[in-house]
């Protein structure tokens, strides 16, 4: 779903903090963006060239060329359906592992109470497939809306119950979106970062609940949950236009801090909890 162009260049250079002669540069050069024209012959950009601008940045902060990274953004998907193959697209280097309903609600609890709940000021992110699911967790998550900057859950729905906490935005999904199959929980937090993100295996769709089983990836890298946060952001908006100007400015803020490297130690103790999590699956 495409917004209406309503930045001006001066905006799209103060949200992606690329300066005007630059953005125009790449248009002269590249061909990369293609603006609007208002009455005026002005330019005027929409939300989705935002999200190509940060996402050529990032290529760039990988170590690609200029030239390549353009490439790279105007040949993939400028909306992202789902969080899930956001993240692994972006990071492939992030491992997929199989994981019981059981244990990816350990993991979610576990985030939700280590990294949800104590982060400064947190962006936060909750898919729950169906809304009877949130239900059942939306004692919690309003909970944790209350020192969060933001919080939005996705479930599927017929209709929305209005009111009930004023803190958590629910959107809505229909019944084709790719959130329908997708479990995650993003703790986007300069502290305290972490995302899980799960996709349910297609032909689990039978089996009862404990036995249901989810291709899923985690991570408390603070690129990976970056990712995750973005897209959450990106689907947000195209189901609910209302909330550009509300997520923009925090839940997108580009902070250098976010762009580095997670320490050695971090990676050393995450494979060991992965580890930890494949042996509780094979049941040893």
């Known amino acids: 779903m495409s917004t209406r162009p309503s930045l001006s260049i001066g905006d799209l250079a103060a949200r992606t903090g690329v300066p005007v002669s630059t953005i125009r540069s790449w248009e002269a050069r590249h061909g990369f963006l293609a603006p609007s024209h208002d009455a005026g012959r002005h330019r005027r950009y929409a939300e989705e060239d935002v999200?190509?601008?940060?996402?050529?940045?990032?290529?760039?902060?990988?170590?690609?060329?200029?030239?390549?990274?353009?490439q790279h953004v105007t040949s993939a998907p400028t909306a992202p359906r789902s969080v899930f193959a956001e993240v692994r697209r972006h990071h492939p280097e992030v491992v997929a592992r199989t994981y019981r309903r059981p244990t990816l609600i350990a993991l979610s609890h576990a985030i939700e109470d280590e990294c949800c709940a104590?982060?400064?000021?947190?962006?936060?992110?909750?898919?729950?497939?169906?809304?009877?699911?949130?239900?059942?967790?939306?004692?919690?998550?309003?909970?944790?809306?209350?020192?969060?900057?933001?919080?939005?859950?996705?479930?599927?729905?017929?209709a929305v119950v209005p009111g009930r906490d004023p803190a958590v935005t629910e959107v809505v999904l229909p019944d084709d979106s790719?959130?329908?199959?997708?479990?995650?929980?993003?703790?986007?937090?300069?502290?305290?970062?972490?995302?899980l993100c799960a996709v349910e295996l297609p032909h689990e769709r039978g089996t009862a609940a404990p036995g249901r089983r989810f291709e899923a990836v985690w991570s408390v890298d603070p690129r990976v949950v970056r990712t995750a946060s973005r897209?959450?952001?990106?689907?947000?908006?195209?189901?609910?236009?209302?909330?550009?100007?509300?997520?923009?400015?925090?839940?997108?803020?580009?902070?250098?801090?976010?762009?580095?490297?997670?320490?050695?130690?971090?990676?050393?103790?995450?494979?060991?909890?992965?580890?930890?999590?494949?042996?509780l699956e094979r049941g040893a």
Do not use: K
């Open 51 to 70: 999200a190509a601008v940060e996402e050529l940045l990032a290529h760039r902060r990988s170590g690609l060329s200029l030239e390549a990274a353009v």
């Open 118 to 158: 104590l982060a400064a000021a947190p962006a936060l992110f909750g898919g729950f497939q169906r809304r009877e699911y949130l239900a059942r967790s939306w004692d919690r998550w309003s909970e944790l809306a209350r020192t969060a900057r933001s919080t939005v859950v996705f479930a599927h729905a017929d």
């Open 178 to 195: 790719a959130l329908n199959r997708e479990w995650f929980v993003v703790c986007d937090a300069d502290d305290l970062p972490a995302v």
């Open 231 to 279: 897209a959450a952001v990106a689907i947000a908006r195209q189901h609910r236009p209302d909330l550009a100007a509300h997520l923009a400015p925090g839940a997108l803020a580009d902070d250098p801090r976010r762009g580095a490297a997670p320490s050695a130690d971090l990676l050393r103790a995450a494979g060991l909890f992965d580890r930890m999590l494949a042996y």
